[in-house]
């Protein structure tokens, strides 16, 4: 097979699975302390890398096989050909290369290879590039990948004498037929028999579970696999039972279902009164990790004004976020519900109607919105909330003159809390309770913010986007303090998911761990509260300080009610965890259950000790995800009855 023509596949094989190995090497050097780095395991990881790179590289040629296959000799074999065809060789080495640098800087960001994170990049382009240049001196990386190339390709075609075994000789159609034939086989039968790159499951380090995979074929699987079907993938109980189930863990004294139909889980929930019709100002920020807070513990210095608020609020420290994507945190807090496989339903083109906090609190007469720095069709969100019970307020309707720093993902912060309150002023004024669900954006990369506002420069990594979204948050409440509806209204501080989700583990419970405030100086006393509990709780504890009643599908209920259930959901878009009695039950999408007891967790790590789930926890945890799965897939999450 290596020989005229298909000599370019060939050479580009070898070159494939090189820059693969070499890219290998890098990314354990990144990670080296925290993989498994044991003789054995690394046979493991290298010898199951080769594979996935083998099975990469015959995706990749199938379009080259291809022509090569159809293209007359006579074509192939003339001059402007053969520089076309050297051309693009050149132009596939270069992609190959520029993937190893992409590999380098997503995994830096995120502990992984290329995945949904991924997949949705390429779908918001231009966010995504912008932020890109923002971040990195491009310039000087396409010059390095350039000169990188230019070496791979003079050893192929100098060296190897490339061109001359190409080209010097052609073979018939068919016998460029047969031999095409069985390249173009190998993807046909990879594809039909191997689903996902199911053989990393064989290295328990979740590291090198990333390693051994490949990237190309990591992002053609997660472009497969974006939806996952929880009874096809995960382990299943029977339906009522389940539903009987969840009913036990949902009932409360001030609950009650609204019908005895198993399937609905419609609660009416009487809150004592007197009832309130307190402003809420919901403000969702960006990669908030516990791990930044000295309210936490961190001695950084990130966060003065936000740990001075810790003391002056009802500050929650023991919450959980129930994903590592912004979707995943809007979903949890105006849904009320845990996390279901693949991307969120905030992001699903059949999210309207859901029985969302917008309609609660529009039945209780507020005025809901959603205001956000940036472009609100990222990631669905403007067409998910504006059908969920929200107007909508994004980048399109800062007028010029409101507007003093911006980056490719929105307005800064200070811009965007300015713009939080003249829309509160015109509720205001026209005697409208509101509900305003803000959200940051400039604690992300390229963590670029306005010079001269706190003493860590714009552009230098992330400890400056967190210290500059503290200080204007601060700034917004001196500054609302001012305000007629300042007294009468309840502000809300949680992040909308961690600063990071890499770790040993598929769900490292430490990287979960977020900040809740909920602060209204002459409303609510000052608390610590450290009850588990989770981001599907805040909209159900905020009815209850209001005192108000209401029917809902939540699965979430008030933390600081003394039958509050402690437990927090937590997953990524395959795994699905539930962390309560210190244990983390984890469901896998190859229907498998595994338990892992929390030894010791810190504010930067967790260790566990792997165990045998107990019944109780493993039938509960199914209970949770495969009801909420049922639920969504069939409609019943829907409110008015609308479809």
């Known amino acids: ?269 009487n809150n004592d009164g007197p009832a309130h019709r307190y402003n809420i100002v919901l403000i969702m920020v960006e990669s908030l990790s516990a791990e930044y807070l000295g309210a936490f513990g961190d001695k950084r210095g990130l966060t003065p004004h936000l740990d001075a608020l810790a003391k002056k609020s009802l500050f929650f420290n023991n919450l959980y976020a129930t994903g590592t994507r912004t979707v995943r945190g809007m979903e949890a807090v105006t849904l009320s519900l845990p996390p279901t496989p693949g991307r969120s339903i905030v992001k699903r083109p059949d999210c309207q109607h859901m029985n969302s906090a917008g309609f609660v609190f529009q039945n209780l007469g507020y005025e809901n919105k959603f205001i956000y720095a940036g472009h609100g069709y990222f990631d669905n969100m403007n067409y998910f909330f504006s059908n969920n019970g929200f107007e909508v307020v994004d980048r399109f309707d800062f007028k010029d003159n409101e507007v003093t720093f911006s980056n490719v993902w929105g307005v800064c912060d200070e811009d965007l809390l300015n713009k939080v309150s003249k829309e509160a002023d015109k509720s205001f004024a026209e005697q409208k309770p509101f509900f305003s669900f803000v959200m940051t954006t400039s604690n992300h990369r390229p963590y670029t913010y306005p010079d001269g506002k706190i003493d860590i420069p714009s552009h230098t990594g992330r400890s400056g986007g967190v210290k500059y979204t503290d200080y204007a948050i601060d700034k917004f409440f001196k500054e609302a303090s001012k305000k007629p509806w300042f007294d009468n209204t309840i502000f809300v501080v949680v992040a909308d998911h961690n600063g990071g989700s890499a770790g040993k583990t598929a769900l490292p419970v430490w990287r979960y761990k977020i900040p809740l405030f909920i602060y209204a100086p002459k409303l609510i006393k000052p608390k610590v509260v450290s009850k588990l509990a989770s981001q599907v709780d805040i909209v159900p504890t905020l009815l209850g300080i209001l005192g108000q009643s209401y029917e809902a599908k939540f699965y979430g209920d008030d933390i600081l009610r003394p039958d509050h259930r402690e437990r927090a959901f937590i997953g990524n878009y395959q795994k699905l965890g539930l962390f309560r009695n210190n244990t983390l039950t984890v469901l896998s999408p190859d229907k498998t259950v595994q338990n892992y007891k929390v030894k010791k967790q810190t504010l930067y790590s967790v260790e566990y000790a792997e165990e045998k789930p107990s019944e109780e926890d493993a039938n509960d945890t199914v209970t949770y995800y495969q009801s909420v799965s049922y639920l969504y897939k069939h409609n019943l999450l829907r409110v008015f009855g609308k479809k």
């Not at 992002?219 to 339906?239: G, I, M, P, Q, V």
Request: proline fraction near 3%; glycine fraction near 4%; hydrophobic fraction near 50%.
């Open 1 to 269: 097979m290596n020989k005229g023509r298909f000599r370019f596949a060939a050479n580009f094989i070898a070159v494939f699975i090189f820059v693969s190995f070499i890219t290998r090497i890098v990314l354990l050097a990144m990670t080296y302390d925290q993989a498994d780095t044991g003789i054995v395991e690394l046979i493991k990881v290298f010898f199951i890398g080769v594979f996935y790179d083998f099975v990469a590289v015959s995706y990749y040629l199938i379009p080259f096989v291809t022509y090569l296959i159809i293209v007359p000799r006579k074509i192939f074999n003339s001059t402007l050909h053969k520089i076309i065809s050297l051309l693009i060789y050149f132009a596939v080495i270069y992609t190959v290369v520029f993937n190893g640098f992409s590999e380098y800087f997503f995994w830096e960001e995120f502990g992984k290879r290329f995945n949904f994170i991924a997949v949705d990049y390429l779908v918001y382009t231009h966010e995504v590039i912008h932020n890109i240049l923002e971040s990195y001196p491009i310039p000087l990386l396409v010059v390095i990948i350039l000169l990188i190339t230019g070496g791979i390709f003079y050893v192929n075609h100098k060296k190897s004498d490339l061109h001359k075994a190409a080209f010097q000789c052609d073979m018939p159609f068919s016998k460029r037929l047969k031999i095409g034939s069985i390249y173009l086989a190998l993807p046909l039968l990879f594809f039909v028999f191997l689903d996902k790159q199911t053989l990393t499951e064989n290295v328990p380090n979740k590291f090198d579970q990333e390693l051994a995979k490949n990237g190309f074929y990591s992002l053609f699987s997660a472009f497969r696999h974006n939806e996952l079907d929880y009874d096809e993938f995960y382990k299943t109980l029977d339906n009522e039972s389940v539903f009987r189930r969840l009913h036990v863990l949902l009932q409360r004294e001030n609950a009650t279902f609204k019908t005895n139909d198993i399937h609905d889980i419609t609660r009416v929930v």
